[in-house]
């Protein structure tokens, strides 16, 4: 009874052992990036016009089911698999130019899972997400809010929280399409975009979905990369600011978005061009190494202000007037020092200014400094945040270190 019991549970084991669920890799099409636009389109790129209810109720889809005008146009780039082989044993040859190596699929609906799934009557293999490296959505689809987009593809058990988010001051489908001289892949170009933050303070770094989806769910103000694309390169070109509600409301450029990260503790590394102290009209440049901010919140008679303390270390990397080299002197880097330190306080305070004036989003995150420091104000103001912000004054203070001048004695 023992051998037949031993061999029926073999014999099972012989059916239920290897992948059962197994896909094969050549029947899957894997999705390198998304572009999301607003649909449909005007001839200006910006938003269409939308439909009255009365036009809506007249409208009904043949499936007798209707799920409004379509809102979004969808577009997924899949790799030519032997087209990249075929570049990857060719390259160089006359013959490699030409023919593009992605195929860019666009839908058009208001569900992007239904989107996604309608692709298939276009395609014979199955759409697969996990290797996404970027979303790209344009800025008359970021206008009208993030959170359905950001909610679809956190869900998604096949997109990873570190996919890059980026915004497009135009299509974004026409990001997709750039065919870049360094990478195979418009993609995988754009994913390793941030590489510089480190060394430029006119970089974000931290524009990845989990990162936007805990900034929507805290209800914070955020920024995410923008991004204008040429024929063969895509510019990181500031970036694009969103409300609480995450609804982007406007864009800062590298020196705006420099003076955020300064006051935020986001500055890694970059550039601080000053006037050169003793040599007027001439500059003299600060390889910021490191930086520390501390947000201060003064309360006097209920009423709120920051002061924000910043303390910047670098290295004094270049200057224009070769008579500089004669006059190398302590007292002349402490004056090189203060004229960083004026120049830093004055990019801050311009960051800070147009985003109270034209935006009144406290990206900033004052906010977050008032709950944690000063509770029981934060109760009485909280409801009214968005007005008293605009009206908060400030003060910047910096103090620079330098700590390397070169090898110039």
Not at 224 to 245: C, Y
Request: proline share 3%; aromatic share 8%; with cysteine.
């Amino acid at each position: 009874m023992k051998k037949i019991l031993l061999s029926i549970l073999v014999i099972i084991l012989i059916f239920n052992t290897g992948c059962w669920d197994r896909k094969e890799i050549e029947n899957r099409a894997y999705v390198l990036g998304v572009a999301i636009d607003k649909y449909p389109p005007s001839p200006t790129g910006q938003e269409g016009e939308e439909e009255t209810p009365q036009e809506e109720e007249k409208k009904v889809e043949k499936s007798g089911i209707y799920t409004g005008q379509p809102k979004y146009a969808l577009t997924v780039q899949i790799p030519i698999v032997k087209k990249a082989s075929y570049r990857t044993t060719t390259r160089g040859n006359v013959g490699d130019s030409g023919s593009s190596r992605t195929w860019q699929i666009t839908e058009e609906g208001n569900s992007f899972l239904e989107m996604l799934r309608n692709m298939g009557t276009r395609i014979n293999q199955t759409i697969y997400l996990e290797h996404m490296q970027v979303i790209v959505i344009s800025e008359a689809a970021a206008r009208e809010g993030l959170k359905k987009i950001v909610d679809f593809f956190v869900r998604d058990p096949e997109a990873r929280r570190r996919v890059k988010i980026y915004i497009s001051s135009g299509e974004a489908k026409s990001v997709l399409d750039v065919e870049p001289r360094v990478e195979d892949f418009s993609s995988t170009y754009l994913a390793n975009l941030a590489v510089h933050s480190r060394i430029n303070g006119k970089i974000l770094e931290k524009t990845d979905l989990g990162e936007t989806m805990e900034n929507i769910h805290a209800g914070n103000a955020f920024m995410l990369s923008r991004v204008e694309p040429t024929k063969d390169e895509i510019k990181n070109a500031g970036v694009a600011l969103f409300n609480s509600k995450s609804f982007m409301v406007g864009w800062l450029d590298g020196l705006e978005l420099e003076g955020v990260k300064f006051i935020r503790n986001l500055y890694e590394g970059g550039i601080v061009t000053a006037e050169n102290p003793e040599y007027p009209g001439s500059v003299i440049v600060l390889e910021v190494k490191k930086v520390k901010s501390r947000i201060v919140p003064i309360v006097n008679n209920n009423e709120i202000s920051f002061k924000i303390q910043l303390k910047v270390k670098g290295n004094y990397a270049e200057n224009e007037n070769e008579l500089v080299y004669q006059h190398l002197s302590r007292d002349f880097f402490e004056k090189a020092e203060e004229a960083f330190a004026r120049k830093i306080e004055e990019i801050c305070q311009r960051s800070i200014t147009k985003i109270q004036k034209e935006f009144g989003t406290d990206v900033f995150l004052f906010n977050v400094v008032l709950k944690t420091k000063e509770p029981a104000l934060w109760k009485q103001l909280e409801d009214d945040w968005e007005t008293v912000f605009p009206q908060i004054k400030t003060e910047v203070e910096a103090d620079v270190s330098i700590k390397l001048h070169g090898h110039v004695k």
